[in-house]
């Protein structure tokens, strides 16, 4: 059963109407893969878009029918002018759940899950935002390979696509989202997403991707035999402890410094990358704040 996501009243009859048409209409898409040059990420995504990718985070591919959809999509700014379709793709590891203050190991349903990463990803950082999306229910939908993906459908002043999520293997999911201005999101759109969401394959771990973040580019891995005291705990923090949630959850805890060496190597254990000094400097840091 191919469950279709909620569209409002008049647009579902309009939508329904045209399917077949539409259908044709995305054949007529070529679609061509692209690789990363780490070769880690690979897809598929229509040929005559711009786009780019980027691996210095989480792996990233961004296409858009235009320039300016591109430009947005890097700037986070998602208000399209008429014309622009946007595609952005990401690979993320199960961990970004701690975000909402779930375990990693979690095992919600697929749509519940797609409703839960849809929000994080769409709703404002700012509460008082005037631009808040509104969403559809998230749907289970079984794509031609049956590859099932979730999907949820959302609107806010300026933008209207829809968000999927499809897991990868138990540890990794990827996120698709696709989305035009208002008056200008049809079953095409959706169907590029859905294309592009199929052809995702990412050829490492959990574990691959945790560390390759983690071994960032700011702070140095501590020699061994290096001191904790010569360490930097804030840049330690800053750039290992906002992988799978934000600092807002270290800024908000309020421990001493056996409360924090407890959280450390809970967080250790879920995969933050610090050696034993670094480890070290991380608490004295926290413990001092
Ligand atoms: C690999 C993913 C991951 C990394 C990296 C990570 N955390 Fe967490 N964090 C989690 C998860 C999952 C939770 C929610 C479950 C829990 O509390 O164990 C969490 C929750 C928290 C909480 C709230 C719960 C509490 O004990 O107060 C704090 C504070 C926290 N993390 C601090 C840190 C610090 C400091 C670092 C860097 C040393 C860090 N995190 C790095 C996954 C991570």
């Given at each position: 059963m191919k469950k279709r996501i909620f569209v409002p009243g008049l647009v579902l009859v309009f939508v329904l109407a045209l399917t077949p048409l539409l259908v044709l209409a995305q054949d007529d898409i070529e679609f061509e893969e692209?690789?990363?040059e780490d070769e880690m990420l690979t897809l598929s995504y229509p040929s005559e878009w711009v786009h780019e990718a980027d691996t210095g985070f989480f792996p990233t591919f961004m296409a858009g029918t235009t320039e300016h959809a591109l430009a947005q999509m890097n700037e986070?700014?998602?208000m399209p002018d008429s014309g622009d379709i946007m595609l952005f793709v990401m690979v993320v590891p199960v961990d970004i759940l701690a975000e909402a203050g779930l375990e990693p190991d979690n095992d919600l349903a697929l749509a519940e899950l797609t409703t839960l990463l849809s929000g994080m990803f769409l709703e404002p950082d700012d509460p008082d935002s005037d631009n808040q999306p509104e969403f559809a229910e998230a749907a289970e939908v079984e794509l031609d390979d049956e590859l099932v993906v979730g999907q949820i459908e959302f609107m806010?002043?300026?933008?209207?696509?829809v968000f999927m999520l499809r897991e990868l293997d138990e540890a990794l999911f990827v996120i698709t989202l696709v989305g035009t201005p208002l008056d200008e999101?049809?079953?095409n759109v959706v169907a590029i997403g859905e294309q592009t969401i199929?052809?995702?394959a990412y050829a490492g771990t959990r574990e691959d991707l945790l560390a390759a973040i983690m071994a960032g580019p700011q702070v140095e891995d501590a020699p061994e035999g290096a001191m904790a005291a010569d360490l930097d705990g804030a840049a330690l923090v800053a750039e290992r402890c906002t992988i799978c949630h934000t600092a807002d959850r270290i800024n908000n805890a309020e421990k001493d410094e056996a409360g924090w060496t407890a959280t450390v190597d809970r967080m250790i254990g879920h995969g933050a990358q610090l050696n034993t000094a670094e480890r070290d400097a991380v608490i004295a840091y926290l413990s001092g704040m």
């Amino acid at each position: 059963m191919k469950k279709r996501i909620f569209v409002p009243g008049l647009v579902l009859v309009f939508v329904l109407a045209l399917t077949p048409l539409l259908v044709l209409a995305q054949d007529d898409i070529e679609f061509e893969e692209f690789v990363t040059e780490d070769e880690m990420l690979t897809l598929s995504y229509p040929s005559e878009w711009v786009h780019e990718a980027d691996t210095g985070f989480f792996p990233t591919f961004m296409a858009g029918t235009t320039e300016h959809a591109l430009a947005q999509m890097n700037e986070d700014v998602l208000m399209p002018d008429s014309g622009d379709i946007m595609l952005f793709v990401m690979v993320v590891p199960v961990d970004i759940l701690a975000e909402a203050g779930l375990e990693p190991d979690n095992d919600l349903a697929l749509a519940e899950l797609t409703t839960l990463l849809s929000g994080m990803f769409l709703e404002p950082d700012d509460p008082d935002s005037d631009n808040q999306p509104e969403f559809a229910e998230a749907a289970e939908v079984e794509l031609d390979d049956e590859l099932v993906v979730g999907q949820i459908e959302f609107m806010d002043n300026y933008l209207h696509g829809v968000f999927m999520l499809r897991e990868l293997d138990e540890a990794l999911f990827v996120i698709t989202l696709v989305g035009t201005p208002l008056d200008e999101f049809n079953e095409n759109v959706v169907a590029i997403g859905e294309q592009t969401i199929s052809s995702v394959a990412y050829a490492g771990t959990r574990e691959d991707l945790l560390a390759a973040i983690m071994a960032g580019p700011q702070v140095e891995d501590a020699p061994e035999g290096a001191m904790a005291a010569d360490l930097d705990g804030a840049a330690l923090v800053a750039e290992r402890c906002t992988i799978c949630h934000t600092a807002d959850r270290i800024n908000n805890a309020e421990k001493d410094e056996a409360g924090w060496t407890a959280t450390v190597d809970r967080m250790i254990g879920h995969g933050a990358q610090l050696n034993t000094a670094e480890r070290d400097a991380v608490i004295a840091y926290l413990s001092g704040m």
